[in-house]
Structures are given as structure tokens and as C-alpha cells.
T-cell receptor, first 107, second 114 residues
């Protein structure tokens, strides 16, 4: 049983495509994080949100608390966006992590 | 990333030997965490600390111990390494445990137990 489910697990896109990664969770949360991990690299926090929508450059994150669902969108995707994207939710003082979505953007 | 460093970055060790991984921060954050990352699993919490000498277990704490004698250092020790502890280990820091502040990760330590 995993409290956080991500889809798809793997995604290949052509450069320039609009990309959506989904995260569903089963627990009540105080916040949700989207993280990015490049191959062989460390983990970077992209967004933290508890309601609504946030935008940073070509990245947009949305959350629907009632439906327990969040999406990460990438507009005009680029090969440098190739990475694993991880959804993490926080309930109380517990973090739960999804297994990640591996994105490959082909030039 | 600036503010948090892990050492070593890579280590190969033999089964049964003790191993210590170090996480060092310069952000003066109260909370520090050790996670392991394995294929097919999300990051899993090993131990965390909520202050100097204050630590608690995570979901996969068996076989691991931690110590925090200073705000800036959080050590993870494998008392007697086993092959099942081959993994990538990440340290993270945060000023809050509620997830409402930024959460900064180290670059990871790749540990191989042979």
C-alpha cells in the first residue's frame, strides 16, 4: 500500500510538447511537494503547495485538496527537463513519497 | 547544494563492517533527515532529528543508528553493513517539520555493500 501514487511511471516526449504528471494521495495532508531529480544527481524542491496553483517559469503545479490530486505541468518541454519527478505529501510530521515519474524529452 | 553537504559521495564496503555517513548543514535548520532511495520505492525515512541529541526512528530504521551532537552535523551509522543496505542515501534539512517550509536535499551518498 502506497499513500502516494504517481502516473505515468515513465514518459517520453518530443521537445516542445506539453507534459502532465499526476499525483494522487490517500491521506489528509498539510502540504504537497514536487521534487526533481536528475540522473545521478541530487534532489531539488520545485514547488510546495497546499492549495490552488503555482507557476515557476515553464512549470506549473496545481492541487485539488478535495480530490486528493495534484498535477505538474511542463510547457514547451526541453531535453534539459529530462529527470525523475517525485511527488511528496506531508501529513502531521510524516512525509510520504511517490516512486517518481521518469521523464525523457527527445530533441 | 549550497547549505548541505554529504560525505562521502560514494563508498564501497564489505559486509559486516561499520560505515558512517555524514550530513553537514550551514543553514542552522532544526530538522534533519536521513532517507534511502531504492528502485521501485519512494524515498523512505530512516531516522530524523528535531534538535541536538533529539532523534527518532523512521519507517526503515532497523540496522541503522544516528547521532546529532551539533546542530550542523547528523551522522548515520550502519553498525554492521549488509547487502540489503546497498542504496543511495539522502540527507535533508528543514526549518519546520510540517512541510510548510522549504526542504533541501543533499547530493546523496551511493553505498555499495559487497
Amino acid at each position: 500500500k502506497n499513500e502516494v501514487e504517481q502516473s505515468p511511471q515513465n514518459l517520453t516526449a518530443q521537445e516542445g510538447e506539453f507534459i502532465t504528471i499526476n499525483c494522487s494521495y490517500s491521506v489528509g495532508i498539510s502540504a504537497l511537494h514536487w521534487l526533481q531529480q536528475h540522473p545521478g544527481g541530487g534532489i531539488v524542491s520545485l514547488f510546495m503547495l497546499s492549495s490552488g496553483k503555482k507557476k515557476h517559469g515553464r512549470l506549473i503545479a496545481t492541487i485539488n485538496i478535495q480530490e486528493k490530486h495534484s498535477s505538474l505541468h511542463i510547457t514547451a518541454s526541453h531535453p534539459r527537463d529530462s529527470a525523475v519527478y517525485i511527488c511528496a505529501v506531508i501529513t502531521g510530521n510524516q512525509f510520504y513519497f511517490g516512486t517518481g515519474t521518469s521523464l525523457t524529452v527527445i530533441p | 547544494d549550497a547549505g548541505i553537504t554529504q560525505s562521502p559521495r560514494h563508498k564501497v564496503t564489505e559486509t559486516g563492517t561499520p560505515v558512517t555517513l555524514r550530513c553537514h548543514q550551514t543553514e542552522n535548520h532544526r530538522y534533519m533527515y536521513w532517507y534511502r532511495q531504492d528502485p521501485g520505492h519512494g524515498l523512505r525515512l530512516i531516522h530524523y532529528s528535531y534538535g541536538v541529541k533529539d532523534t527518532d526512528k523512521g519507517e526503515v530504521s532497523d540496522g541503522y543508528s544516528v547521532s546529532r551532537s551539533k546542530t550542523e552535523d547528523f551522522l548515520l551509522t550502519l553498525e554492521s553493513a549488509t547487502s540489503s543496505q546497498t542504496s543511495v542515501y539522502f540527507c535533508a534539512i528543514s526549518p519546520s517539520n510540517r512541510g510548510d517550509y522549504g526542504y533541501t536535499f543533499g547530493s546523496g551518498t551511493r553505498l555499495t555493500v559487497v
